[in-house]
């Protein structure tokens, strides 16, 4: 079983080895993603994405995104720097993540990005 540590007690989210994604905790962490076997799991404060097939990305948010076939990923609520340098996840943020694409380029998605856009960077 693959787990995503959610923080603070705002809930959890573990796929059992048939791929199924099964969540608990607040009512946003409630339930399972429809429509398995997923094939990854990363998650962290306000948000949960899974790999589903070669390169789709789901996330608790009801988003889907395809940005081709994925070596890995990572998701988190939008985080910042604060001032004396402590990094603070937001737990009221629309989730954040990026992948690993075949190609080596990185793709991320989230607040700090145009909505539903993929910015590939090369690494």
């Known amino acids: ?7 603070r007690g705002a809930g959890a989210c573990a796929m059992d080895t ?10 946003r962490w409630v339930g399972h993603f429809d429509d398995p076997p997923y094939r990854g ?7 949960v994405c899974a790999l589903k097939g070669e390169g789709t990305v789901v996330c608790n ?3 889907v995104h395809e940005p081709g076939p994925v070596e890995a ?3 988190a609520a939008y985080a910042y720097l604060e001032p004396d340098g402590t990094l603070v996840e937001r737990a ?3 989730v954040s993540f990026c992948v690993l694409l075949e ?7 989230g607040p700090r990005y145009p909505a539903d856009l993929l910015d590939a960077l090369e690494r």
């Open 103 to 109: 190609g080596g380029e990185i793709a991320c998605n």
């Open 61 to 63: 948010d009801g988003s």
């Open 92 to 94: 009221d943020a629309a």
């Open 73 to 75: 990923l990572v998701a």
């Open 18 to 27: 048939a791929g199924t994604v099964h969540c608990v905790g607040s009512p």
């Open 41 to 47: 799991l990363s998650g962290s404060l306000g948000g």
């Open 1 to 7: 079983m693959l787990v995503a540590d959610v923080h």
